[in-house]
């Protein structure tokens, strides 16, 4: 045997138990799905979920959420409590059980469950967020006594102290601080917090869920902790009500549909309604859980839809026989809908339930909405005509667009699938390797193409006023002179005939004015590509590359600074004599600064974007656009800018 073969010998002793709450500590990407603001977020829900799961049980109408200074959270329940008698099997306290002990708590079912229903079915949350805590101490007031444990990343730092009788209503108080070891970032966002409680609230009707914010810096306009109270006693109805509200949306029919069934040891209840737009947006949940990527109780609402759409519009000679049925997208177009069921042994697929897997639950939500929405279509006909009139027109503009396709596709093949000549491409012609540039305006791309990697680094200029997605089908994309040249370049299609292995970059830039235009340009893109080029956003191949601001100059030293503060701060550290310009947009800069600020791998300041940052940006301009303005207008009045991607 070699000394190398002798050096990486595999044997037993190489063979490591992790013990304890360790192995979270060590992997917890694998609990919380990252150490970013998205984990430490997950913290949170993991918290308020096991107070959900008391009101799920009927023993818990009110949960507070408190960001404590420091970034300490405290969340408070109503609930029952927490058992704090001896667990027979490891003889130490429930309470104690729960927190540090994974795969334990009353969420396993079988007669003895403590809940029928539950979105923690794992039993690690509370141990898992124990784990990643620098400290936790969780508070029980059960059988008029009140009790309290103290641990230190996870391990107790003594036993369940007694601390007598108590006066307040039962239930469980948990305070925690994240562990600056685990996580990347330790701020808490208010409105992701609130966004996600007022989910909460809506799936739950009759809870009352407050949330308050008591950080120095973040008082309202009277000095006051911001504080929001969320209860509806509509449920998943004013979910879709409060939806289209935001969004500023015109609705088709003033009446929510709502559906509810029951099957063995589970419930469904959905939401739906019509609006004006050309987009679908259908959320579920799973016990009270959200599960973006869907799952069998979505596959059985959308194909029971266009299945009830198809038959009833036959049978009332809405479709003629000689026409083609509606596709799904057809009767969803315009569709907000909210779907949540409640099981009992519900399947999801990862710690962070992204999906959810019970076929069952197929079944019952596909029979509920064949039955109950055929009866509704049959009862409003007024309603019904005003929703099949909208999809008959999404089934026009879908062919619209497939005619629109094929005339790009003889062009394409008639000019030998030639790239848009406003495009530097690369030489490197592996796309994993990579990376494309979209830039506003001509003079930059122009700056952009001589400051590159032209080894790695394709520009695209983007010129001209782009089309406004908000207030087009796919079929207006297509030949569209702005978003066309995007489409080529990339080279994965769009819409249903999008396919990412034909993608020719792997890094997709936009690179904008860091001002509002530039911002409105963003937001243009970052909606194009959620609506029609999903996966592209989904897969983090998106990115957004932020030129600074502001030059500062002091003889031969040179700074970049890429918002207001930072050029504060680099002014007084530079002294006296420093000289401060501000850009007005990347024209202005030539190519050996661009390359240097914006994009040179090793200095330049970017952002991938998530599907949520997406999502955000297109919640944002639909919002912009529901006064029906022009959207540069639009944004320069409401100041609008993408800051909140933290760049």
């Known amino acids: 045997m070699s000394q190398q073969n002798q050096q990486h010998e595999y044997d037993g002793s190489q063979i490591q138990v992790l013990e304890g709450l360790e192995a979270v500590r060590k992997r917890p990407g694998m609990y919380i799905g990252s150490t970013g603001p998205r984990g430490l977020h997950h913290l949170v829900y993991e918290i308020v979920d096991n107070s959900i799961d008391e009101a799920l049980a009927g023993f818990c109408d009110h949960i507070e959420v408190t960001i404590l200074p420091d970034n300490i959270i405290r969340v408070v329940d109503n609930g029952r409590g927490i058992p704090v008698d001896i667990q027979p099997k490891l003889g130490i306290p429930a309470v104690t059980v729960v927190y540090t002990v994974l795969h334990a708590g009353g969420k396993f079912g079988g007669d003895n469950s403590g809940y029928k229903v539950s979105g923690g079915l794992h039993g690690v949350g509370a141990s898992v967020v124990n784990a990643l805590s620098e400290w936790l101490t969780v508070e029980v007031r059960r059988g008029g006594n009140a009790y309290r444990q103290s641990f230190q990343r996870g391990v107790e730092d003594g036993p369940l102290e007694n ?71 509509g449920g998943v109805r004013s979910f879709v009500e409060f939806i289209h509200e935001q969004n500023k949306l015109e609705v088709l029919h003033p009446e929510v549909i709502y559906l509810k069934g029951d099957g063995k040891d589970m419930t469904a209840e959905i939401a739906l309604q019509y609006n004006d737009s050309f987009n679908e947006r259908i959320l579920s949940f799973a016990n009270n859980v959200e599960t973006p990527d869907g799952g069998t109780h979505e596959e059985g609402f959308k194909s029971a839809l266009t299945r009830v759409f198809n038959d009833f519009g036959r049978e009332k000679g809405y479709i003629k026989e000689k026409d083609d049925n509606l596709s799904g997208s057809d009767v969803r177009e315009g569709l907000t809908a909210v779907i949540s069921v409640k099981l009992t042994e519900a399947q999801f697929e990862g710690q962070t339930k992204a999906k959810l897997g019970n ?66 491409d690369c030489r490197e012609k592996d796309p994993t390797k990579t990376e494309i540039y979209i830039v506003e305006g001509d003079s930059a ?12 680094q394709a520009i695209l200029p983007l010129w001209g006023k782009m089309l406004n997605v908000e207030k087009a089908r796919i079929d207006k994309v297509y030949g569209n002179d702005k978003l066309t040249p995007v489409v080529t370049a990339l080279g994965c299609g769009i819409g249903e005939e999008f396919d990412l292995s034909k993608l020719r970059y792997h890094k997709v830039f936009i690179m904008a004015d860091a001002d509002v235009d530039g911002s409105h340009i963003c937001t243009l893109l970052l909606t194009f590509f959620f609506r029609f080029m ?12 932020q030129p600074p601001l502001f030059k500062l100059q002091k003889g031969k030293q040179i700074k970049y600074a890429y918002n207001d503060a930072e050029m504060s701060q680099m002014s007084a550290e530079m002294g006296q004599g420093v000289k401060v310009s501000r850009y007005k947009g990347l024209g202005e800069m030539n190519p050996e600064q661009l390359w240097e600020t914006t994009m040179n791998p090793e200095n330049r300041v970017i952002v991938q974007i998530t599907i949520e940052d997406a999502m955000r940006a297109d919640e944002t301009f639909s919002i912009l656009m529901g006064d029906k303005v022009e959207p540069r207008k639009a944004f320069i009045e409401s100041r609008a800018t993408y800051a909140n991607l933290d760049i």
């Open 163 to 233: 601390l007598g009788p108590t006066d307040q209503p039962t239930g469980t108080t948990v305070t925690f601080k994240p562990d600056p070891e685990m996580f990347e970032v330790l701020e808490y966002d208010y409105e992701t917090l609130r966004r996600r409680l007022r989910e909460e609230a809506f799936l739950n009707a009759g809870v009352r869920i407050t949330l308050a914010d008591e950080r120095p810096g973040h008082e309202d306009e009277n000095g006051e902790a911001v504080r929001d109270s969320m209860c509806y006693e």
């Open 359 to 424: 076929t069952e639950v197929r079944t019952l939500v596909s029979g509920l909405v064949y039955d109950k929405l055929k009866e509704f279509l049959e009862e409003n006909p007024a309603v019904a005509r005003s929703i099949y009139d909208k999809a008959m027109q999404a089934a026009r503009a879908r062919e619209a667009a497939k005619r629109a396709r094929e005339l790009v596709r003889r062009k394409s093949a008639l000019e030998t699938n030639r790239m848009p000549g406003k495009l530097a």
């Open 445 to 456: 791309g122009g700056s952009a193409k001589m400051g590159r990697d032209s080894n790695i």
């Open 534 to 545: 999903r996966p592209l956003v989904e897969n983090g191949h998106v990115y957004i590359a």
